[in-house]
């Protein structure tokens, strides 16, 4: 069986979490969207938001998702790392990190699908990331992608844990609803 393997990350301070989330059916995500979407259309007139943004969530927001992220969690799981001193450093930092945390999840070459956001706007650096990583990990036919979050559900709702975990992990004024996903 695939695993669907989306990965986000999120900083505060200059550390990241890096957040890997798996799922079998890549159906998941995008009900879980379509439902935080649902919600968020009966509380505000007009809402016309095609994409989940962790960073500018209102804490309400941030909890309805990750509720319906926990209503999953028989089909959801996920690694995390935390990365000190990251600084949004791409360019020496990403490669290394991202392996670190394909590595934890024990991905597989022939049966894992990976799509990870983008965190270059060139597209010749993203594959040159995409490249660099298949190397590390002794991989090269593993089927790794870079995609926008607004069209692939699962960064989105990655995002979403990813923001729950920082703010658990790297706190900070905002509450971080981590007990409603611990279980994942």
């Known amino acids: 069986m695939s695993n669907y393997i989306y990965i986000d990350e999120s900083g ?11 799922i079998s059916n890549p159906e998941i995500p995008k009900k879980i969207i379509k439902k935080w979407r649902k919600w968020m259309k009966n509380r ?15 804490s309400t927001e941030r909890k309805k998702i990750l509720e319906e992220i926990a209503l999953h969690k028989d089909d959801i799981s996920l690694c995390a790392v935390l990365k000190r001193n990251y600084n949004g450093n791409h360019n020496e930092l990403y490669v290394p ?3 670190t945390l394909l590595e934890q999840i024990k ?6 699908v990976i799509t990870v956001d983008k965190v270059d706007k060139r597209i010749i650096t993203m594959d040159k990331y995409m ?5 590390k990990l002794e991989m090269p036919v593993l089927e790794i992608y870079f995609k926008d ?4 559900k699962g960064i989105q709702i990655t995002d979403a844990i990813a923001g729950a975990i920082s703010r658990e992990y790297l706190p900070r004024s905002a509450h971080s609803y981590y007990a409603l996903i611990n279980e994942l």
Do not use: L, M, P
Request: charged fraction near 35%.
């Open 149 to 152: 979050s607004e069209k692939e």
């Open 12 to 22: 505060y301070e200059g550390d990241y979490i890096f957040a890997a989330v798996c």
């Open 44 to 58: 505000i007139k007009n809402f016309n938001q095609n994409e989940y943004h962790d960073y500018n969530a209102r």
């Open 107 to 112: 991905i597989e070459e022939n049966d894992t």
């Open 131 to 135: 490249r660099k990583i298949k190397s």
């Open 97 to 99: 990190t991202i392996v």
